[in-house]
């Protein structure tokens, strides 16, 4: 009797533990995806958002957009949009980032409210500043902005690709309604 249990509990664990790796199995991504370095003073501005992860912080909201300005030691976030509808209501968040020393102002911590704090890693950008994609390092959140509301086809294609490279799911990917009133 004890052989046989013994036996039962030996095949359980060598059907068990197989089948364990294969489901927790994931393809090793790289913890660090982000562009080699970032001028900050190119990058303040405004930014538009094109496409983002949805996320409950901009749950209804339209016409997402960015504005960054240097600060002495942070830079400044504003982050706006329309709430409920392309003409709803205008709503504003003001936050802080931080750029990660030995990251070359490619990783920033940005922080909204004390004392939580952010991922915002640059993980591509448009030599002429024109577009950039933002992403985080356990690949929760992705935003792709530009400098204006529209961006052309084949260059968003583009940053979707560069993001699967990246193990983002693009799938996941919303475009931004930009057709705003005044």
Known sequence: ???????????????????????????????????????????????????????WFQRNCFCSAAEYTMKDGFVEVRNSCRKESPNGAADVAVGKAYTVPGSNNSKLKVQFQ???????????????????????????YLWILSRTTQMDDATFERLKEIARSRGYDVGRLQKTDHACGG
């Open 114 to 140: 004390w004392p939580f704090k952010g991922d915002y890693w640059i993980i591509a950008l448009d030599e002429n500043y024109r577009y950039v994609m933002v992403g985080h390092p356990k690949r929760k």
């Open 1 to 55: 009797m004890r052989i046989q249990c013994r036996t039962r509990i030996m095949a359980f664990l060598l059907i068990l533990f197989p089948l364990a790796g294969c489901s927790s199995y994931k393809a090793a991504q790289p913890l660090d995806h982000t562009v080699s370095s970032v001028d900050l003073e190119r990058y303040m501005g405004k930014w538009y958002e094109i496409a983002s992860f949805p996320n």
